[in-house]
C-alpha cells in the first residue's frame, strides 16, 4: 500500500510518500509558517520525486495535531482535498505519536511539543513488537504539572526518554525533578517528520482504521487531561 502522508502542525511542516518498505520519497518545508502557500507545490514535488502521481496513492494520512492552529487547518483541508480526489481513505495520526515514533529509545518515551502560554502538550508511549503503545492519551499542561500526573506512570524507576520541541525550554524543569533518569533527545529527533506520519498511517490503515475524509478531525491539545488511554475511552 502506498501512503502520501501531510505534516504541518509545528512551524516546519513535510509532505512523503511511504510504503510497506519505508520512504520513498520526503520533503522538508523549512521555511516557518508559510504551509498556505507550499504545501500544495511540495506535494507535486515529492510526487514527482517518487515517480508517481496522484492516481498511484492508495491512502492519505495526516498529522491532526496537537499543533498550530493554522497549521493543523491548512494540512488537513489539504489532505482531505486530496483523498476526496483520488478516492482513497483517510488516516489521522497524533502529532505526539509521531514524534515519539521517531525517538531512538526503548523505554518509555514522553513527547512533548511546545503549546505556547508556558505549557506543553505531551503523551507518554512505550515501544513494543517493533511499534509504539500509548500509555496515556494527549494533554496540555505546564512541565511541573505534566511530570506531576505523569508521576503514576514512572513509579517504576526506569530511565524515560523526552523528545520534542517543549524541552527548548522545559528542559531544566525535567532534569531538575528527574535527574539521571531522563534522557532528553537531541534537537534533529524533534520534529514531526511527514515519513513517520506515513508509517503510522500505513499501520492504521493496516488495521483498517482509515476513514473518510470528511470525518477527519483535529485534536489541537488544551482542555485534556493526562489520564491514561482506558480511563479516558470510559469517561
Request: glycine fraction near 12%; hydrophobic fraction near 50%.
Amino acid at each position: 500500500m502506498r501512503i502520501l502522508a501531510v505534516e504541518t502542525s509545528t512551524p516546519f511542516a513535510g509532505v512523503a510518500i511511504v510504503d510497506e518498505d519505508g520512504a520513498v520519497a520526503e520533503r522538508l518545508l523549512r521555511t516557518p509558517m508559510r504551509h498556505l502557500e507550499l504545501l500544495a507545490p511540495t506535494v507535486e514535488e515529492t510526487l514527482h520525486d517518487a515517480g508517481l502521481t496522484l492516481q498511484a496513492v492508495d491512502g492519505v494520512a495526516v498529522s491532526t495535531g496537537p499543533g498550530s492552529f493554522t497549521g493543523l487547518r491548512i494540512g488537513m483541508m489539504t489532505a482531505m482535498a486530496l483523498a476526496r480526489v483520488r478516492g482513497v481513505s483517510a488516516a489521522g495520526v497524533s502529532t505526539l505519536e509521531a514524534i515519539a515514533a521517531g525517538c531512538p529509545w526503548s523505554g518509555p518515551i514522553c513527547a512533548v511539543l511546545d503549546a505556547k502560554r508556558g505549557e506543553v502538550a505531551a503523551a507518554l508511549f512505550v515501544r513494543e513488537r517493533g511499534g509504539l503503545r500509548r500509555i496515556t492519551e494527549d494533554a496540555v499542561a505546564a512541565a511541573p504539572e505534566m511530570l506531576d500526573r505523569l508521576g503514576p506512570h514512572l513509579a517504576g524507576g526506569e530511565e524515560i526518554a523526552f523528545v520534542g520541541d517543549g524541552l527548548a525550554r522545559d528542559a531544566p524543569i525535567i532534569t531538575a525533578r528527574l535527574g539521571p533518569r531522563a534522557w532528553l533527545a537531541p534537537p534533529i529527533f524533534w520534529p514531526p517528520r511527514a515519513a513517520l506520519v506515513g508509517a503510522l498511517g500505513l499501520a492504521r490503515f493496516a488495521r483498517g482504521e482509515g476513514q473518510a475524509p470528511h470525518l477527519l478531525r483535529p485534536a489541537y491539545g488544551r482542555g485534556g487531561a493526562f489520564a491514561p488511554r482506558a480511563e479516558r475511552a470510559g469517561a
